[in-house]
């Protein structure tokens, strides 16, 4: 018999109670990973919240295209990835065009256009969190 316990089996045997039988199925229940579907490849479902006619158009790179899908209080893109971590969205965008290993550690995508929403690929430069203050203080 395991010896790993829930939360609530490890509370009422802390205080030294008796776990009534609805408890101990509702725990164990509650305990386990249902399965479910598999999880759409990131593409599938990143593309779509991209609007690529309506954006702002930069003079000197072109029409941006538009995140349309949940944002961060900052005003970026965010989206959950395959490893069910979030992401943002300019990230994956950037990821998408130039391969997944292509933001090195300890970079940052930064918007060439300065539209935050931007996922345009050739909007989006991998910059030193440096370079990526830098520019922002020329905004």
């Known amino acids: 018999m395991s010896t790993r316990h829930t939360n609530l089996e490890a509370r009422?045997?802390?205080?030294?109670?008796?776990?009534?039988?609805?408890?101990?199925t509702m725990s164990v229940e509650h305990s386990r990973k249902k399965p479910g579907p598999k999880p759409r490849p990131i593409a599938e479902r990143y593309w779509p919240k991209v609007d690529k006619v309506n954006g702002p158009v930069h003079p000197k790179l072109g029409k941006c295209w538009i995140w349309t899908g949940g944002t961060t209080e900052a005003g970026y893109g965010k989206i959950w990835g395959e490893d069910g971590r979030l992401d943002m969205a300019h990230r994956v965008s950037y990821k998408l065009e130039?391969?997944?290993?292509?933001?090195?550690p300890?970079?940052?995508?930064?918007?060439?256009?300065?539209?935050?929403?931007?996922?345009?690929?050739k909007h989006l430069e991998s910059v030193t969190k440096e370079e990526n203050l830098d520019r922002r203080d020329d905004w």
Do not use: M
């Open 12 to 24: 009422v045997i802390a205080e030294g109670q008796e776990l009534r039988s609805s408890e101990r």
């Open 98 to 104: 130039h391969g997944w290993d292509a933001i090195k």
């Open 106 to 121: 300890g970079y940052e995508v930064d918007h060439l256009c300065k539209t935050r929403l931007c996922q345009r690929p």
